[in-house]
Each structure stands twice: as structure tokens, then as C-alpha cells.
């Protein structure tokens, strides 16, 4: 039974930097979509990574170095798919890939991110032997606008709404509303006075833009390697029981600038749009690395239990998922829920409202939180799939 992963023996060719955030490595970018110098696609190798739990002196390799591919260029992007894809075009076969994405970091000591694009800055997909980073910050579109779901290239979207591409992650759900909002947000305000019909720069229609942007075939590697739905499994964790190795994790990176506006003239992290450089090599290797811990361990597990984890077996669980259309809708009537009945019961507890009927509708509305919570991760008991998996309680 296949797992899904092609293996080709050819790739893109581009400039190849040794990614460490350790050394200077200069980064060179080249135009190789028509005479767009916005257009830029770069090629990185990111280090190792080392055995988890290694009582030796000396590191271990636990996972070779991998090559990633950062780029806002269509034809790059579509490369790269066509080379390790299964596509619903092509074939019905599935494949699976790894899926993360990183956004801006809007933090009140960065005020001048404020007027950054929202949404994602970058989308990860990867197998387990490449990885592609689309640098959607640094997407434009005809008009010179930047970082925008309209400005991204038509075949981004598309791999997205596959269903035959099945994505893995953790909190997958999570970013397929944020992408969804992106989109709805880019067709609301891009395109104001648009005519019926009309096309943007990539061929979409401008008043379906936001339906496009939808994440299908979503699976969420939460409730694998010990995780459960009350204390779900992060990729550290995943990458440490499934894959046996220690992937580094830094909260200053996941704050950090995924714009490309770190370093370069006129002030760290304060370019123009256009301006906007390079992702530092440490965040390549950050990025890249979530979004390989995801590929990986399905592959892992595929060679385990194909029954399970084959292609084929993830993508009847994913056929269940429910839309994101119908998720967004939810997660926005639950906050609103949960910022009413904080209130009241703030009110409450100071000896305010109206009695017996605030206490009523704080009730009323913990019900409807409860009732809107998020659909939970399909869930793998290890010891039930003969899997050494950290033994979770059953009864909570």
C-alpha cells in the first residue's frame, strides 16, 4: 500500500545556502518568472537534526539535512507540486503532505508590524525528503499590493481545496480558519466595485475568492504519540515519540517578523512591502522543519500500521471533516459567547445585574460555548495499534 509520497530524483535548481542559525550565510535570489523582479525563488539545506534522549558526548543524527525551497514564484510552486504531488487533475491517488503556516507577530513593543498584512506570511508544505516554503507576505499582484489572498498565485489555492492532497499538522483547524478569514477579508476590501465576473490577475473570479480559500482534507496529528483530546500532542512531541528526534523550538522565532523585514537598510524590521527581504535562515529551518516533523511521522507510521496510516485510511477520517466555512461561522459565534458571559459574570461577581436573570443567561451561554467547541483530532491509542506511545489516561 503507498503512503501517498512520491520520491522524484530531480528538483528545482536553484542557489543551495546551508540554512544555521549559527553562521552569516549571504542569500542569493534570482528572477526566474519572466522580468518580475519581485519574483524570487531560493533553495536551502537546512541542518540535521539530532537524536532525542543521546547519552553520548557526541550528537547523534537523528534526521538528515533537508532540502527547502522558499519562493513566491507560480512557476517554482507549481514545479515543486507537480513533482511530489498526486493531483485530483492528474489522478485520483492521494498524497499527503505536511502543512504549517507562520504569520506576523503583531506585538504592541513591534508597533510598526501594525501595518503589515494580516493572515499568513508563509505556507509550508513538505514530504519527507522537501520542502516548500511560498512566502505569501511577498506575493503581489498586478497592482503592486502585497501579502493579500488575492496577490497569491491561483496554484497555491488550488493544492489547498484538493481533497486527493491531504494535509498534516497539528491545530490544523486553527489555520484553515485563519486562511479562510484571509480570504474573505482580501475579497471584502481588494475588490470593492468589482463588476460581476471579473477576473484578477491569476483568472479567479473576485466575488468567489473567499470560497476558494478553504483547507480541505485536514489531519490533525493532535490525538497521535500520547495526545488526547483534553492534552493534545504538540510536533515536539511528535518529532520526540514518533520520529525519535529533538526538534528545537523558540518563541522569540514564532514572534519573529515572517514578513522578510528583518535586517537590510532604513531600520531592522521597518521596510516598505516592497522592500520586504529574505526569511533569516533560522526561520527557514523553523518553518520547514514543522512542517517536515508532520510529513514524517505519517510516513513513520505508515510503515508501522498501513492499515491505519496508509493514504487511502487517512483520507476516509478526513472525508468527515467538517467545512471551513461552517468552523469560521462557529469559532465567531462562540467568542462572542464567551466575551458576553465573561462580562456577566464579571458583573455578577461584583454584585451587579439583574439577579436570577443574569445567572440564567450565564448558563445559557456556557451551554452555547460548549456546544460550539471545536471538533476534536481523530484519535490513535497506541496501545490498541501495538504503537510505544506515552500511555494516556482514559478517563478523563
Known sequence: MTNGFDRPNTRTTT????????????????NNDENDGGIFTT???IPPLQRAHNNNDTPTIGAPALPVIVTNSPKTIETWLTNHCHTSNSDRRTTILGFDTESIAKTAWHPHRAKLPNGPATLQLSTPTSCLIVHLARCNNSRGVYGTAASVPGVVQAVLADETVVKAGVAIDEDAIDIYRWG????????QGVLPGMKDVWGRDHK??????????????GCIAGGSPHRRAGLRQIAEVVEGVDLPKSKKLTMSDWGGGGGGKGGRGRRRPQQRGPLTPAQVAYAARDAWVAASAVDTLCSDRPDVFGAEAIRRIVSEERDVGDMESRATRRKAARIEWKALK????????????????????WKIMQGLKPDPPFVFCGEDLGLDWPVVSRSR
Open 346 to 365: 464579571e458583573e455578577d461577581g461584583n454584585g451587579g445585574g439583574d439577579g436570577e436573570e443574569t445567572k440564567r443567561r450565564i448558563q445559557e451561554l
Open 43 to 45: 533553495e536551502y539545506e
Open 208 to 221: 468567489r475568492l473567499s470560497e476558494q480559500w478553504v483547507v480541505r482534507s485536514r489531519f490533525d496529528l
Open 184 to 191: 474573505c477579508a482580501s475579497s471584502s476590501t481588494q475588490h
Open 15 to 30: 542557489t543551495t545556502i546551508y540554512a544555521s542559525s549559527t553562521t552569516n550565510n549571504i542569500r542569493t535570489n534570482y
